[in-house]
DNA sequence: ATTGACTCTGACATTAATGTCACGGTCTAT
DNA sequence: ATAGACCGTGACATTAATGTCAGAGTCAAT
């Protein structure tokens, strides 16, 4: 049964189409993070938007963020349920605090590799002319 | 013995200088990323400049960096054996490539977050006038 | 009705980073 | 030389995220 027009995903569908594994949308369930319906025999139904706020997940948690912290904000942000968020002003502020920071070090980190890279080259350049230049990719 | 002058460190100063725990110190020597040298006893002795790279250890360590993805270019950053180093310049390059995408992956995050908050406040003071539009902090 | 692909839950395993505890050695001051 | 603070190793515990496996139910097609 292919995902017909704007309808819902089992959870191996949704697993190919955001590339977290069935475990770990299970665990993401167990964690507050997403939450699917489910049929009269039990299966998850997840909604299409679903893939969307999957890909988020994972997104955080590769920038080392955890289910808890994602947890905290994630409802707002992914649902667009302005009025319930009121209250949770205060946690975004926080967030984009915290985001603001962690944007300065790896700025900071960026630099500094740049850097690297930079006198590597520069010294290469310096001592043999220019020999193996390339980029190899 | 108070640190004199540009001297060593004993596992427990640098803890202290770091915030690092002693046994997080200890790990990090196993995965090879800090390599003090040892006293007859066997106490571990560390340059001053171990308290800059344990710092940036940290720092990469909370981006979700593991030990081993640090180790990789870790050598290189610290100490400044740049000859030894041109091999490893694609690693940097890798490396640039996935900060880069972190940083724009915030920005994204960042800019949503804020269109979030203005939503909630535009939309607030839009019913309630001007009622609660403090800053709670 | 039977098969095969999919799902469910629950349990156990694993990896990374860290905590903690035990037991023993070291250093310094008294 | 004895105490107290520090350090050493090693073992076990823990947390987060994920893998894997087992046993059972579901669904679609034949």
């Known amino acids: 049964m ?6 819902t ?3 191996g569908e949704l ?4 590339g977290a594994s069935i475990r770990s949308l299970r665990y993401y369930e167990k964690q507050g993070l ?6 009269e025999s039990g299966y998850r139904e997840y909604h299409k938007f679903a893939v969307e706020q999957v890909k988020t997940i994972r997104l955080y948690l590769n920038l080392g ?15 667009n349920e302005e009025a319930f968020c009121r209250e949770v002003l205060p946690v ?12 300065q070090t790896l700025v900071r980190i960026r630099s500094n590799l740049e ?7 520069s010294e290469r350049t310096d001592n043999e002319s220019t ?4 980029d190899e990719h």
Chains 1, 2 share one sequence.
């Open 131 to 134: 020999e193996g230049t390339n």
């Open 65 to 79: 963020l955890s289910t808890e912290q994602i947890a905290g904000f994630l409802h707002c942000v992914l649902m």
């Open 115 to 121: 850097e690297r890279i930079q006198s590597i080259l």
């Open 92 to 103: 975004y502020r926080q967030k984009l605090k915290e985001i603001d920071e962690q944007i």
């Open 34 to 39: 997403i939450a699917p319906v489910r049929t």
């Open 2 to 7: 292919q995902p017909k027009e704007g309808w």
């Open 9 to 11: 995903l089992k959870i």
């Open 15 to 18: 697993s190919k189409a955001t």
